[in-house]
């Protein structure tokens, strides 16, 4: 795109590029041989299939021309419809073809037969559409259904009406698809032998799309709901998806403008808030989120499964983590891998994968992956082709970038240890000897919050999950720790967990925390030439002293004991906050330093707290108050980091 812009749609919409866009997006670049398109492969075929209770789910069915063998079904369930993108416009119809089919070139080559319905209430199919289907539920509403009972029934029907299958079936999809497709295989039909939930939402409360540690993610959430609204169904509904008119280009200034999420969301219409509004009202974890967590539920799985995620994906990053352990921790027969390469939302469904911003990767991991990882694993199961997978957990190392492969995941060779703050901003593998009440503090104000980015955008740029941090650490409203340049690499797997004693002169606060890797004040540039001709250019982005966000994550401190029962702080009392951010494996490599920042606001990436105790959904511009912050370095206090590092 050429405007710095990515909303949790556009990600979304990339995630599932691989059965839209134009193959040579997809090809090699040095691929000399053209094949023959979707078209002269196979034919394609569509179907109203009928659940359990009456209700039609439409179904897109490609079957390979070449009938001289049979094929496994390799099915993708989603709510963003099964059409063929053409012309700007969502195609429905048996002559309107995509340029590709399912997740890889590879797989299209091998042979499938591919499946592409429209999830119950969405777009073609009939019946009622539900936010992240409840797997249980006491009163379900005529037309509502579970998605598990949905596959069973599709499965069984493919079965049976479509000629040539081997009686296997695989399913995958990417982000909502990921979730329908670990919510299709609880109770699993027997023919379902293997599946790949990629990204998927989890639990929408619990550090997914919709709250981060209590925080409301305010710029993903009010990009997509924009978009993603109910229609009347059966329909093609909408064709396309356009991006929030803004009338400006910088989303800071913007939500700033309107500051509580009433006014916020007062600027969109009464159909972008139907699904938004919420997600707002219940910011506790109650009902209305446990009930959609489907992690609870996935159990009774008779399948392979194959959970993929990316280190940088900002919107469902600890969806694959928490579907690969909840899938290990209840079954034990079939095969249950993890695979998290250095990528953004969706970005190895079709992306090269060898930079992120201004980050490289050294190689094409998103080829590497598809090639080597993910069309293996369909193959292996769904035809009997090549070997079984080996290890269980196959993590890119930022930093080194290399692949490594583990037995499990985290590993469990990686020991705990804690980076305290310490005096001068300095960071310490040793705890310190403080002998008094020592602490350092700052002031947030909501009025002028800390951004998340340092330039102009509208959405949730992708690259800010590695974006230097450089702006925000000379901003007097954060703090900075930071270690000598290292003597040797230290490499960290696993979750990283603040643990923190803090105090705050209002009755509620945020604390941020962000674990970076800072490069050496000598680093090598890429060479951009001089042309004494030419006008002079912008300054060049240098690398040297770049400060990579290698993790960062908040903590709404009212929840800091309970995210049910939030309770308030007494201001100006000490109280202890630890918290768990999601999972890295990366290696600050010698020479570099380790950093962390520490701060109130990150916005609008969350929503801004009044820092004042109270219901944010319905907080008013007199409630924001400015705040005294301090984070304490005292005896039986000391504040720091705890990271799980792995032995040299």
Request: net charge positive.
């Given at each position: 795109m050429i405007r710095i812009r990515i909303s949790r749609l556009a990600c979304l919409l990339l995630a599932l590029a691989p059965?839209?866009?134009p193959l040579s997006v997809l090809a090699d670049a040095d691929d000399a041989i053209v094949k023959p398109g979707v078209r002269e492969r196979y034919t394609k075929y569509e179907y109203r299939i009928p659940m359990r209770d009456g209700t039609r789910l439409f179904t897109v069915v490609y079957v390979p021309k070449d009938t001289a063998k049979t094929y496994p079904f390799l099915m993708i369930r989603t709510p963003y419809g099964s059409g063929v993108h053409d012309s700007g416009q969502a195609r429905y119809g048996v002559d309107f073809y995509p340029n590709a089919l399912g997740p890889s070139k590879e797989m299209e080559d091998s042979g499938y037969i591919f499946v592409s319905q429209d999830v119950r209430g969405r777009y073609m199919s009939e019946g009622v559409w539900q936010e992240m289907t409840p797997h249980l539920k006491a009163l379900r509403q005529p037309g509502e259904g579970t998605e598990s009972a949905d596959m069973h029934d599709t499965v069984e029907w493919l079965l049976k009406n479509i000629p040539g299958n081997n009686g296997k079936v695989g399913i995958w999809g990417i982000s909502y698809p990921g979730f329908y497709t670990s919510a299709s295989i609880i109770d699993s039909h027997p023919a379902i032998k293997a599946a790949s939930p990629q990204a998927p939402v989890t639990d929408l409360f619990m550090g997914d799309d919709s709250y981060h540690g209590g925080a409301f993610m305010l710029a993903a959430n009010f990009d997509f709901y924009s978009n993603f609204t109910v229609e009347k169904n059966p329909t093609t509904l909408p064709g396309a998806w356009h991006p929030f008119d803004y009338g400006m280009q910088d989303g800071y200034a913007y939500f700033l403008k309107?500051?509580?999420?009433?006014?916020?969301t007062?600027?969109?219409?009464?159909?972008?808030r139907e699904l938004l509004l919420p997600t707002i009202a219940h910011n506790t974890y109650d009902d209305f989120w446990k009930s959609r967590n489907i992690a609870a539920h996935l159990k009774n799985i008779h399948a392979a499964v194959l959970t993929v995620g990316g280190w940088y994906d900002a919107e469902d990053l600890q969806g694959p983590l928490t579907t690969y352990q909840t899938i290990k921790n209840s079954q034990k027969e079939h095969y249950n891998g993890l695979v998290m390469g250095?990528?953004?939302h969706g970005g190895w469904g079709m992306a090269d994968g060898k930079t992120l911003g201004h980050v490289s990767f050294d190689s094409k991991t998103g080829e590497y992956y598809r090639k080597r990882i993910l069309f293996p694993f369909f193959e292996?199961?769904?035809?009997?082709?090549g070997?079984?997978?080996g290890a269980e957990a196959t993590m890119f190392e930022t930093g080194t970038n290399v692949w490594r492969s583990y037995p499990s995941w985290p590993p469990q060779q990686a020991k705990k240890q804690t980076l305290y703050f310490s005096a001068n901003g300095s960071l310490s593998w040793n705890e310190p000897q403080e002998e008094f009440n020592t602490f350092d503090s700052y002031?947030?104000?909501p009025k002028k919050p800390v951004p998340f980015i340092s330039y102009t955008a509208t959405g949730v740029p992708r690259e800010y999950m590695v974006g230097d941090q450089r702006f925000s650490a000379t901003r007097p409203d954060v703090l900075t720790y930071q270690t000598e340049p290292l003597e040797e690499d230290v490499t960290v797997a696993g979750p990283v967990e603040p643990a923190l004693f803090v105090s705050t002169s209002g009755t509620d606060a945020d604390w941020i925390v962000k674990l970076i890797d800072v490069y050496p004040a000598e680093y090598p540039e890429k060479n951009?030439?001089?042309?004494?001709?030419?006008d002079v250019p912008p300054p060049a982005m240098t690398m040297a002293g770049y400060q990579q966000l290698v993790r960062g994550e908040p903590l709404r401190g009212k929840f800091r004991n309970s995210f049910e029962k939030p309770e308030p702080f007494v201001p100006g009392k000490v109280a202890a906050i630890r918290y768990r951010m999601p999972d890295v494996l990366h290696t600050f490599r010698r020479g570099h330093r380790i950093m962390v920042q520490v701060q109130s606001s990150w916005f609008p990436l969350i929503d801004l707290n009044p820092q004042k105790f109270m219901d944010l959904a319905t907080a008013k511009a007199e409630d924001f108050q400015a705040a005294t912050q301090r984070i304490y370095r005292s005896p039986g206090q000391y504040s720091g980091i705890v990271l799980p590092v792995l032995p040299r």
């Open positions: 059965a839209v866009l309107y500051q509580n999420l009433s006014q916020i007062a600027q969109l219409n009464e159909k972008q250095p990528w953004s292996y199961y769904l035809k009997g082709n070997n079984k997978p002031i947030s104000d951009m030439g001089r042309d004494r001709m030419n």
